[in-house]
Nanobody
Framework: QVQLVESGGGLVQAGGSLRVSCVHSGGTSGNYSMGWFRQAPGKEREFVAGISRFRGTKYYGDSVKGRFTISGDNAKNTLYLQMDSLKPEDTAVYYC??????????WGQGTQVTVSS
């Protein structure tokens, strides 16, 4: 069982930056792929970024490439998402997810990110 707790969301102006964090526990650190998703009101959950467990390969959704950076600190059991050049359309609840068995099956409670224009 993997537990995930996000933090760091908030209100920021367009063009600004924000970093959200996800502390994970209950599994072997670094032994599973992890990622970030987001869901805006009235929209489906969208993949944002992920880190593969095998080679640490990072991959991003098209809408955030070049603006967002995913990283992890295994010593702190923490996953980060650095968000730069934020746009109002980035407003959403951001969720951390873990895929110990190849599929994202563990989810955090989410943290709200609001970008004002």
């Amino acid at each position: 069982q993997v537990q995930l707790v996000e933090s760091g969301g908030g209100l920021v102006q367009a063009g600004g930056s924000l970093r959200v964090s996800c502390v994970h526990s209950g599994g072997t650190s670094g032994n599973y792929s992890m990622g970030w998703f987001r869901q805006a009101p009235g929209k489906e959950r969208e993949f944002v970024a992920g880190i593969s467990r095998f080679r640490g390969t990072k991959y991003y959704g098209d809408s955030v490439k070049g603006r967002f950076t995913i990283s992890g600190d295994n010593a702190k059991n923490t996953l980060y998402l650095q968000m730069d050049s934020l746009k109002p359309e980035d407003t959403a609840v951001y969720y951390c997810a873990a895929a110990p068995n190849g599929q994202y099956e563990y989810w955090g409670q989410g943290t709200q990110v609001t970008v004002s224009s």
